[in-house]
């Protein structure tokens, strides 16, 4: 994998092309935003100021994610995530002073919150907060306590639920960063694409339990977390070819290969019952599998022949089901019937469907297209899976997997922005730090550039290489992708800098209605298996969530909360982008510009539902909500 450079590469001392530059070594038109922003003193809520020389996480003298004790700092992320949650799921507005009071009007009492900056985007950060009338020598409330007040609150009846996964979410949490102070370096053998996803320790920073796994015990949990570099050899299953279900696009050589002849590939010498075919299993889905009765009747009825553990071993990835084998052809997307954050993580045969659909369609000669206007972006390809029926014809939940083209060699820099933004144990760091800290603190000190500069330039070269691709797929095709955090992969030269990037994600694609036609006669029979087809409102809705709010506001509120940079500067500079690639056709631009209010997903709201986010239709399986648009001016 080699994706070309920037048009406008650094010149020799890192500077961005002289052409682009400001006075102070800015990209000329953010000289000009920068010049209009207004100065706030130190200790203002929310103040923009310069960050510190080492791009550390906020203030590192009352850092809680600092905290000698891991169990104290992973509670204390956890409340943060909570209160970030209710601010942006309320619209509630910044307060006066440095504190948050939220009134809990169920339980009679308030929330006092400790502001520690206040972020335009939502990537707020809070101190422990205090019960409004509580004694004064009581702690700070913890996590627990602080889910339980704001399900009751919310007036739900998962409120229980709730609390329960919070302090699954907190144990685990405390786990990972205690892992990682004592081991906060990789493995040595591991490439850079596997570092990447194995850095996502405190997950999602707008997510009420972003680590928690129901189902799993301790002994499983260090084996499957890639937050502990995790490991272990697949389950397989041999699986008559009477009840195999199978489609496969995978092509070598210009030959399209069976997808039992990929993990025939993948399983070396594993010997097979007559007339089967291998199937690879997470271990723990294997296990649970035995019980359920449609398995147990294949068993018995010698259609599926149990064969254990066998070959190298794999590495679960940010998304925990999915595992990748360095130098492996393929990465698998296993089912996995744990419930992490709001589903169970088994895939759907439509989703499978999808995946190779997807990939039939980039090959009409629309992946050559968008490979001409952007050669550095692409989709990591789902071109092929295997499945079981039962003897009746209907699909057999969890007993699948899709295989994942692997285009990351050992060398090549593919960071998720997920991964890339969340602070963790760092080596030779005091505290908590993240990439994109160290990314940039590098490259300002390797320019001697300010470190907003840096962060500003590296900010309008993701939006270069990552988010134009995104939007021209949408005005060009139809299609809009569910490109959050975790699911968009930037490409990082040797120095940092974004070159190009990925999305990867079987499930997360939105064909157009307006557009069902056009890909119709592109590829016929298009989305008939895959259910893929949604109304251009939800579409307009879901996309502005995923790239707009969830990705991009995401980026700079992380930029901001890590004092990398000011996040008026950053928003001034996306709406410049926007204004400039409105007239590509896709109408998100337009949306995130003009609409004084967007719709939000609610991860709070949709877990005290006790939603579950593969489990129906599209615009009902999780709750939005009506937040103020952060890019009007």
């Not at 550390?56 to 204390?76: K, M, N, T, V, Y």
């Not at 064909?511 to 592109?522: C, D, T, V, Y």
Request: charged fraction near 20%; glycine fraction near 8%; include cysteine.
């Amino acid at each position: 994998m080699n994706p070309n450079p920037a048009p406008d590469v650094p010149e020799a001392d890192g500077r961005p092309p002289a052409h682009h530059r400001g006075q102070d070594g800015m990209c000329g038109p953010l000289a000009v935003e920068t010049a209009t922003v207004p100065r706030q003193q130190p200790g203002d809520l929310g103040e923009q100021h310069t960050p510190m020389a080492d791009a550390s996480f906020g203030d590192r003298a009352a850092e809680l994610l600092d905290h000698p004790d891991p169990q104290r700092a992973a509670d204390a992320a956890a409340v943060e995530n909570l209160l970030r949650c209710w601010v942006r799921e309320n619209n509630l507005a910044k307060p006066d002073g440095d504190t948050l009071r939220i009134p809990l009007h169920a339980s009679g009492t308030a929330l006092l919150v400790p502001v520690r900056y206040w972020s335009v985007t939502g990537w707020h950060r809070f101190g422990l907060p205090a019960l409004e009338r509580g004694p004064s020598e009581a702690p700070g409330v913890d996590a627990v306590t602080v889910a339980a007040l704001l399900g009751r609150e919310a007036g739900h009846s998962e409120g229980a639920d709730l609390v329960g996964r919070v302090a699954d979410s907190v144990r685990r949490t405390t786990d990972f960063i205690t892992d990682r102070r004592a081991h906060p370096a990789p493995v040595p053998e591991a490439d850079l694409f596997l570092t990447a996803e194995q850095s996502l320790v405190l997950g999602h920073p707008l997510h009420p339990t972003p680590k928690s796994r129901e189902g799993l015990s301790e002994a499983e949990a260090r084996l499957y977390s890639p937050e502990l570099y995790g490991s272990f050899p697949v389950h397989w299953m041999a699986v008559d070819r009477s009840v195999l279900a199978t489609d496969s696009a995978w092509t070598e050589q210009g030959r399209t290969l069976p997808a039992e002849q990929l993990t025939a590939r993948l399983c070396g010498g594993l010997r097979l019952p007559d007339h089967t075919v291998a199937l690879p299993l997470h271990p723990w889905q294997a296990r649970e599998l035995t019980h359920r009765p449609a398995v147990a009747a294949l068993l018995d009825a010698g259609l599926l022949h149990d064969l254990g553990p066998y070959g190298e071993p794999w590495h679960p990835t940010s998304s925990v089901r999915t595992v990748h084998r360095p130098g492996a052809p393929a990465m698998l997307k296993l089912s996995l019937g744990v419930r992490i954050t709001n589903s169970r993580r088994e895939n759907l045969r439509k989703e499978l469907h999808r995946g190779v659909e997807v990939h039939r369609l980039l090959r009409t000669g629309l992946g050559e297209q968008w490979q001409a206007a952007h050669p550095g972006f692409d989709i990591v390809r789902d071109p092929a899976w295997l499945a079981v029926d039962a003897a009746d014809g209907e699909a057999v939940p969890g007993l699948d997997v899709m295989l994942r083209h692997n285009p990351f060699g050992f060398g090549d820099d593919a960071v998720c922005i997920a991964g890339l933004t969340s602070p963790r144990p760092w080596p030779d760091h005091p505290g908590m730090h993240s990439r994109i800290a160290d990314v940039v603190e590098r490259l300002a000190a390797r320019t001697g550039r300010p470190t907003g500069a840096v962060a500003a330039e590296w900010f309008l070269r993701y939006l270069d290489h990552v988010v134009r691709p995104v939007l021209w797929l949408d005005a060009t095709a139809g299609i809009a992708l569910e490109a959050h955090q975790q699911n968009t992969l930037v490409i990082l030269d040797p120095k940092g800098w974004p070159v190009g990037g990925r999305y990867r994600d079987n499930q997360g694609y939105y064909f157009r209605e307006s557009h069902r036609a056009q890909l119709e006669r592109r590829l016929p029979g298009i989305g008939t298996a895959s259910d893929t087809f949604v109304s251009d409102d939800v579409t307009d809705e879901r996309f502005a969530y995923y790239l707009g709010i969830n990705n991009v506001l995401g980026l700079i509120g992380a930029f901001g909360a890590q004092r990398l940079a000011d996040e008026r500067v950053l928003i001034a500079a996306f709406r410049q982008f926007l204004t400039a690639n409105a007239g590509l056709g896709s109408p998100l631009p337009a949306q995130l510009l003009d609409a004084p209010t967007l719709r939000s997903k609610a991860n709070l709201l949709t877990r005290l539902r006790g939603l579950d986010e593969l489990v129906g239709p599209v615009d009902t399986q999780s709750v939005y909500v009506t937040i103020t648009n952060p890019l009007r001016p």
